[in-house]
């Protein structure tokens, strides 16, 4: 095109702009209206949903040093079991206590370990409440490298603490029960509101009162390993039916379910010990009924499917409440899920601790959304390691996250999708 011609062209489209723009009038910045999207609050501008439709509770729960005469050299170890009765009544399971941290400038640096070695380090915690040789005792045994009272110390394994983060009891007359809690429930269909707590260092289940000043029942022999009615191997998570039968998730040393009936009794168990994945992308066994380390557990009221989380093999495998299988999908090629949960909505959800993101799913496996990252660690908010989730009646959710040793409450968002959400836990009798 020669410029002649470049530039009649060039004038006719400037005519025609001109008078298409008087004929369509331009909206202004109040006609426009927000495009549709996955915000978790619609019509949000800015943010990125860093906590997804949720807002971190800055301060909850309170430092163990505001207990009177507590020492304020110790703090939260890694902690394990989250359970919210209700908004003021919380139960948090940790093992033991850890010296307290406190938090230092970026790239401080530490010459006694090694002249290039800084704290923190890219914006991940230096310690691992959950892992190494000195940080969780007694269960590691002797594997435990560390020295009692100076690493570590076996102290308020159980409190209770309310909506404002206050420790408003302390179980610690139970401490010496204990040697590697790991997850906490009350049974939302148990009127007496009973408190269950899984101890898969000492191969067993335990049940206490309601005020914690009996301990009620004990499922499997204590200390003693095994794979019968009446022993288990490192047992891990507990689920309920409306009738009160229980699945135990069993677990770190034994591949099976245990069903038992509303009094406790064993009635059966499935599984069998898979092939482990043999590189960090190896899926791992992929035959069903096939376990390496069963490590969730969670059932649908309304069909009573069992679910379960099949961690080391990456994938969740689903039965009828007699083993027969009826599914399986996988969480992706690099996920470590620690625990499944399912609300009133029969949604399930799933904190993965490689990717530190809580994942939603349906009940035949569609993932339908996820959110979270490790943010700057040590502050509020990150999922360092989220071992168990709760949800209390108002919608609040609750995190135990063994890596970083805390407990984390997360409040509803204004305005926040209702499907967004975790929902709360089946209305029992309670």
């Known amino acids: 095109m020669n410029m002649k011609k470049y530039a009649l062209v060039a004038t006719i489209a400037t005519i025609v702009g001109l008078v298409l723009g008087r004929l369509v009038p331009v909206q202004s910045q109040a006609q426009l209206k927000p495009a549709t999207s996955w915000a978790a609050v619609p019509g949000e501008k800015g943010g990125e949903d860093v906590w997804g439709p949720y807002q971190v509770q800055i301060g909850w729960p309170q430092e163990l040093n505001a207990l009177p005469g507590h020492d304020p050299k110790w703090s939260w170890g890694s902690v394990e079991g989250i359970f919210a009765e209700s908004p003021d009544r919380v139960y948090i399971l940790q093992r033991g206590e850890l010296p307290y941290m406190p ?125 019968d009615a009446t022993h288990y191997g490192r047992p891990t998570f507990l689920a309920w039916l ?95 899920v620690y625990s499944l949960y399912m609300g009133v909505d029969r949604k399930l959800w799933a904190p993965d601790s490689r990717t530190w993101k809580l994942l939603k799913y349906d009940l035949e496996g569609h993932f339908l959304y996820g959110w979270g990252s490790l943010i700057d660690l040590p502050n509020p908010g990150g999922m360092f390691g989220v071992h168990e989730i709760s949800v209390d009646q108002e919608g609040d959710l609750y995190f135990a996250e063994v890596s970083m040793g805390r407990a984390q409450k997360f409040v509803p968002r204004k305005g926040a999708q209702p499907e967004m959400l975790v929902s709360p836990p089946p209305k029992g009798a309670w």
């Open 103 to 227: 938090k230092r400038p970026v790239n401080t640096p530490i010459p006694q370990f090694a002249p290039s070695l800084s704290y923190p380090t890219n914006e991940v915690p230096f310690r691992n409440a959950s892992q190494g040789p000195v940080a969780a005792m007694p269960g590691e045994g002797a594997n435990y490298k560390g020295k009692e009272g100076v690493d570590a110390r076996w102290e308020h394994c159980l409190v209770v603490v309310n909506r404002q983060g206050k420790i408003i009891e302390e179980w610690t007359q139970w401490d010496k029960t204990f040697k590697r809690p790991h997850a906490v429930y009350v049974n939302p269909y148990d009127p007496d509101k009973a408190v269950w707590v899984v101890d898969d260092g000492r191969h067993a289940i335990f049940k206490f009162s309601h005020d914690g000043k009996k301990l009620l029942l004990t499922i499997g022999t204590p200390d003693v390993q095994g794979s």
């Open 242 to 336: 409306p009738d009160s039968t229980m699945f135990l998730s069993d677990g770190y040393t034994n591949t099976r379910v245990v069903k038992f009936d509303k009094n406790g009794k064993y009635l059966l168990a499935w599984g069998e010990k898979g092939t482990p994945p043999k590189t960090p992308m190896d899926p791992g066994d992929t035959r069903p009924g096939y376990f390496n380390t069963v490590h969730g557990v969670a059932v649908d009221p309304v069909t009573r499917r069992v679910y379960v989380n099949d961690r080391a093999n990456r994938r969740c495998q689903v039965f009828d409440e007699n083993g027969k299988f009826l599914d399986q999908w996988s969480y992706g090629p690099i996920a470590q």
